[in-house]
């Protein structure tokens, strides 16, 4: 079955760029997308088909995807960005999620 | 827009039947895939499956064909079965919609979940 890679953790200060990867095998063939997920809440999407901003989605955070590697990229991180962040991807008509990303800002 | 709304037991013996029913307003319920996503405490989130608007469904292979899910288009509702519980199945259940993509669909809108523990 398809996996989806991610570090559990990072760390950035306030006003820095975080980037969170997520690893799978010739994930560049495949669309990605991000789920930002604060506690106690429903996960919210944040970024689509790789590199899309839904409606509402500050512009500080973007997307790639080439290769085995999909990038989250959050630039001039805020204290209010800090959540888990999963990406997910489609293999054979199942949709797969990353195991999550705990994005500290301090 | 579109909200959508988790209702159904939040608790469930072992080895019984998990259901839920997921009811959608605000936009338009045909021609979409609905989706059961699930998020044990403290964990990650895993896909169940989807079933689209004519009855069409995918599930994820892991749950080894426990997993039910149907829809009611006159009521703009779908439902989930999972069957042969265990205490591996307590999470927090979510629905989710995938109204635009197409081909490439990703979840756009979501319930706010509702936890089921599976316990004698």
């Known amino acids: 079955s398809y996996e989806l890679t991610q570090p559990p953790s990072v760390s950035v200060s306030p006003g820095q760029t975080a980037s969170i990867t997520c690893s799978g095998d010739?994930?560049?063939?495949?669309?990605t997308s991000w789920y930002q997920q604060k506690p106690g809440q429903s996960p919210l999407l944040v970024i689509y088909q790789d590199s899309m901003r839904p409606s509402g989605i500050p512009e500080r955070f973007s997307g790639s995807n080439s290769g085995n590697t999909a990038t989250l990229t959050i630039s001039g991180t805020q204290t209010w960005d800090e959540a888990d962040y999963y990406c997910q991807a489609w293999g054979s008509s199942t949709a797969v999620f990353g195991g999550g990303t705990k994005l500290t800002v301090l | 827009q579109v909200q959508l709304q988790e209702s159904g037991p939040g608790l469930v013996k072992p080895s019984e039947t998990l259901s839920l029913t997921c009811t959608v307003s605000g936009d338009s319920f045909s021609s979409h895939y609905w989706s059961w996503i699930r998020q044990p405490a403290g964990k990650g989130l895993e896909w169940i499956g989807r079933i689209y608007t004519s009855g069409s469904t995918n599930y994820n292979p892991s749950l080894k064909g426990r997993v039910t899910m149907s829809v009611d288009t006159s009521k703009n509702q779908f439902s989930l079965k999972l069957s042969s519980v265990t205490a591996a199945d307590t999470a927090v259940y979510y629905c989710?919609?995938?109204?635009?993509?197409?081909?490439?669909?990703?979840?756009?809108?979501w319930g706010q979940g509702t936890l089921v523990t599976v316990s004698s």
């Open positions: 989710a919609s995938s109204l635009s993509g197409g081909a490439h669909p990703y979840f756009d809108y």
């Open positions: 010739k994930l560049g063939d495949k669309y």
